[in-house]
């Protein structure tokens, strides 16, 4: 719709994490550990250590029909945080597992809602072009990135349905994202960065090296804004 989300997130803070058990399917952790029990509904990478990755948050969303929602709270302590930059950046050790379970949500501007907005400002032009005023989006930065490492960023499973990938910034990818093809319907990809940087700048030689978004036959995908 070419229209930039709302920027006036309250600052919620940055305090570390107190080891108090995060809720389901949170990521609190930039690591790329695997989960330690897929199925049992709690997100951790060892026993009692209440360390969330994307990679386990994945795993198990894809296990419980009832754990849909990926959400992120990584506090600014987190190895993967860069001061300097205002992000935190999740690299990927090996190729997440494809999202399989109906109903998924990977929501990145959760990060900003739960910690604050630590990479402030838009990127794009914005105001209008041609006789017709057409508008010229602008898009918010997002506060995480996924460095591929030659990896997927994401993999959709073709049977997947009901699936949203939002706000964030993918890229040293492989594909940023794929869409296997199969019979899954509904599957949105929106807010996102896939290319480039979380601050838009261009990445140089750790760009996506296939392609952006890649939809195999026969296989659906919304891309919007």
């Given at each position: 719709d070419g229209e930039a989300r709302d920027a006036t997130q309250p600052d919620i803070g940055a305090d570390e994490f107190t080891g108090t058990p995060p809720a389901p399917l949170t990521v609190n952790?930039?690591?790329?550990?695997?989960?330690?029990?897929?199925?049992?509904?709690?997100?951790e990478t060892a026993a009692g250590n209440h360390l969330c990755t994307l990679r386990?948050?994945?795993?198990?969303?894809?296990?419980?029909?009832?754990?849909?929602?990926?959400?992120?709270?990584?506090?600014t302590t987190d190895s993967g945080y860069s001061a300097v930059d205002g992000w935190?950046?999740?690299?990927?050790?090996?190729?997440?597992?494809?999202?399989?379970?109906?109903?998924l949500q990977i929501l990145g501007l959760?990060?900003?809602?739960?910690?604050?907005?630590?990479?402030?400002?838009l990127v794009g032009t914005g105001g209008t072009v041609g006789v017709d005023a057409e508008p010229l989006p602008q898009y918010e930065r997002p506060e995480?990135?996924?460095?591929?490492?030659?990896?997927?960023?994401?993999?959709?499973?073709?049977?997947?349905?009901?699936?949203l990938i939002e706000g964030l910034s993918i890229y040293d990818g492989d594909n940023g994202i794929l869409a296997?093809?199969?019979?899954?319907?509904?599957?949105t990809v929106r807010y996102m960065f896939i290319g480039?940087?979380?601050?838009?700048?261009?990445?140089?030689?750790?760009?996506?090296?296939?392609?952006?978004?890649?939809?195999?036959s026969p296989a659906s995908l919304t891309v919007t804004s």
């Open positions: 952790s930039t690591g790329d550990g695997w989960d330690f029990s897929p199925g049992d509904g709690v997100c386990a948050a994945v795993q198990e969303g894809n296990f419980s029909a009832g754990l849909d929602d990926i959400e992120f709270s990584i506090p935190w950046t999740i690299s990927l050790t090996s190729a997440l597992p494809d999202v399989t379970d109906n109903g959760t990060q900003t809602a739960n910690r604050g907005d630590t990479n402030p400002g995480i990135a996924i460095d591929a490492n030659g990896f997927d960023g994401f993999a959709l499973a073709g049977s997947a349905t009901d699936i296997r093809g199969g019979a899954g319907t509904n599957r480039p940087l979380p601050d838009g700048s261009d990445p140089g030689a750790d760009r996506n090296q296939a392609q952006g978004i890649r939809v195999d």
